[in-house]
């Protein structure tokens, strides 16, 4: 089972309104933040409808954001250099990188919920986020075993 961490002071805000929806987030975080107040998070799943809005609050609150995808292409669609300067943009080999120099990681990738939901799909929803995460392999990153 995945562990939520403390974020720094200055990501207290915006954690408590996103997990407050029903949906379920994992976040691993660095709990040494570096004292300045700008952060850098690592971001699965930014080019969907929850992930774009993150983004740009992150964005708008001066953090980086470290796009982890696997289509360098259409994450650069999505956020476009010019208009999205705090933005870097990973595909999978460059993730292990993204995910060392970051402050924080939030997975927002997996199986689409917009559908009619039995147990057998709310498994398989959940299912799908564990395996994204184990392919972070923030679980055994040493800033997540605090």
């Known amino acids: 089972m995945a562990t939520i ?3 720094p002071s200055s990501f207290s805000a915006l954690t408590a309104r996103t997990t407050s929806r029903r949906s379920r987030l994992v ?3 660095s709990c040494s933040a570096t004292g300045d107040k700008a952060l850098t998070v690592a971001i699965t799943g930014a080019t ?4 774009r809005r993150l983004v740009q609050k992150l964005l708008s609150d001066d953090h980086k954001v470290c ?5 360098a292409t259409k994450a650069a669609s999505v956020f476009p250099s010019s208009a999205y300067p705090g933005v870097t943009v990973a595909e999978q080999g460059d993730w292990e990188q993204c995910i060392k120099s970051s402050n924080a990681v939030v997975n927002l990738a997996g199986m689409p919920i917009s559908t009619r939901w039995s147990p057998e799909v709310k498994r398989e929803i959940m299912q799908s986020r564990v395996n994204v995460t184990s392919k972070l392999g923030c679980g055994s990153h040493q800033q997540c075993q605090r």
């Open 67 to 71: 796009v982890l995808t696997r289509s």
């Open 5 to 7: 961490r403390p974020f």
């Open 48 to 51: 969907g409808f929850v992930g």
């Open 27 to 29: 976040f691993c975080c």
